[in-house]
């Protein structure tokens, strides 16, 4: 009988969801709102420091101001310019941008790796400030609950799914909040007239797309992941330009050099001072620790944590840092709801003071067990945890805890001294090809990055005086 009243409140939620209409702010259009403009900017600014956190900001101040300065000015002539606008760069080596909910917009520093002009960073900033005036991140979290409104509705009338719920809903959130290829184009069209009415030439939103457009040559090159979602590059040079021929644009402020000199040291690809994998073995110069993972895990890194898991993703590793002392780590840990400490004590692990203990929970898929090592070094205790299935961990525990026990100080000072690779500025004398450049001022990439990063061919003709870039240092050990 209760669950005869449920049903028609949820679907009266879902129809009242559905009606939830809104003005677009930049279209003029209609459009599905269930955020206010007030919650929308909260939610930026949650969000906003959980990306500072794990992502981390780009440590060059100078060159933060500066995307910060040319966002600015874009969303000044916005249709929301009264948003708590930001714009920053993230130490991320990997050809992205995205905005986030009120205001919040991020380039990663491996597309300004890219950027052969200022023109073009106002395209890419116009093209994400467009997401965030169009409201088009907001339209899709509307979506998502009003599908996870439904997916309630659905449970509620079937009780035996309320066990997978945690998964569909999932799945729905990944499906709802990509954009669709008509939120993109908008936000091109947004950009568009955003990099126009502050004067930037428009050429530079077609040559941004001529270089996405490249991303996916040579090498089995991915398409990068700032374009996974968006229509097809070579759609989007041919709609910009139409968007040119149709305005009547020409010409504007491009500042090539004035670009390229505020990226001059940039680093390039992954920063082996933030830790790298040598092997098995997970090296951080920055912070002189080591330890070894066991053969044949997938394994990768993030500003704030290094994870690796089992093949069979039966079993998983992950290694983070904190203040406090190994004691303190170890009681918090253990203090968590649903943590069954099933063991604990104190040792020395390389020589470092340590707590070890191993533990237990259990989830909807059954119990976990696990070994958790608490290890102070410096001014940092570092928590280590490895678990798996209680009818698998058998296989693993022996790996795990041999992973945990080679946890040592780094000394080696060839793997101390590691920097990575940078951006260099070369204004070249005399004409040449670009295959001729690329002879005379030799990479430490493939000729194909060089030619990618600076937007030309080999057989290009470049003019004596023309300031290019090239890519320097090692980015790790010799030889690795």
């Given at each position: 009988m209760v669950r005869r009243n449920l049903i028609p409140a949820a679907v009266t939620a879902i129809s009242l969801s559905l009606s939830a209409c809104a003005t677009n702010p930049a279209t003029g259009g209609s459009m599905l709102s269930l955020v206010s403009e007030g919650?929308?900017?909260e939610m930026g600014q949650q969000y906003r420091l959980e990306v500072e956190r794990e992502q981390g900001l780009y440590d060059d101040s100078a060159l933060n101001a500066y995307v910060d300065s040319v966002g600015q000015a874009l969303a000044a002539v916005s249709e929301r310019p009264d948003l708590p606008w930001s714009f920053a760069v993230v130490d991320d080596p990997v050809v992205n941008a995205f905005a986030l909910p009120g205001g919040p917009i991020y380039l990663a520093r491996g597309i300004m790796a890219h950027f052969n002009s200022e023109a073009e960073?106002?395209?890419?900033?116009?093209?994400?400030?467009g997401h965030v005036t169009a409201r088009h991140i907001v339209e899709q979290m509307s979506r998502q609950q009003i599908a996870q409104l439904g997916l309630i509705a659905s449970m509620i009338a079937v009780p035996d799914l309320m066990p997978y719920s945690e998964g569909l809903s999932g799945a729905l959130g990944v499906v709802f909040l990509k954009f669709g290829r008509d939120d993109e184009a908008q936000s091109d069209e947004l950009g568009f007239r955003y990099m126009t009415r502050l004067g930037y030439d428009p050429q530079g939103a077609v040559d941004m797309f001529e270089i996405l457009d490249r991303q996916g040559e040579g090498s089995g090159r991915a398409i990068p992941e700032w374009a996974s979602t968006h229509p097809d590059p070579g759609n989007r040079i041919?709609?910009?330009e139409e968007r040119i021929a149709k305005s009547g644009l020409r010409d504007g402020l491009v500042r090539r050099d004035e670009y390229l000199q505020r990226i001059q040291g940039l680093v390039w690809g992954e920063d082996p001072r933030e830790g790298y994998f040598l092997g098995q073995?997970?090296?951080?110069?920055?912070?002189?620790?080591?330890?070894?993972l066991p053969d044949g895990l997938l394994k990768r890194k993030s500003k704030t944590a290094v994870l690796a898991g089992s093949p069979d993703?039966?079993?998983?590793?992950?290694?983070t840092a904190g203040s406090g002392s190994p004691e303190r780590a170890a009681e918090e840990f253990f203090s968590r709801d649903g943590i069954e400490r099933t063991g604990i004590a104190r040792k020395s692990v390389n020589g470092l003071p340590a707590v070890v203990g191993t533990w237990s929970t259990t989830t909807r898929q059954g119990v976990i067990e696990g070994i958790a090592s608490f290890v102070q070094y410096g001014d940092l205790t570092y928590t280590m945890l490895g678990y798996a299935p209680s009818s698998r961990v058998g296989r693993y525990a022996a790996s795990m805890e041999r992973t945990m026990n080679s946890f040592a100080p780094l000394t080696d000072s060839t793997l101390l001294a590691v920097e990575p690779r940078r951006i260099d500025l070369v204004r070249v004398s005399e004409a040449m090809t670009?295959?001729?450049f690329v002879s005379r001022y030799p990479s430490t990439v493939e000729d194909a990055d060089v030619f990618r990063i600076n937007g030309i061919r080999s057989s290009d003709r470049?003019?004596?005086?023309?300031?290019?870039?090239?890519?320097?240092?090692?980015?790790?050990p010799v030889g690795r």
């Open positions: 919650q929308e900017i960073l106002a395209s890419v900033l116009g093209h994400e400030i041919a709609a910009a073995r997970f090296l951080h110069p920055e912070l002189a620790f080591q330890f070894t993703k039966d079993a998983k590793f992950q290694l670009a295959g001729e470049i003019e004596a005086g023309t300031l290019l870039k090239r890519v320097t240092g090692t980015g790790g």
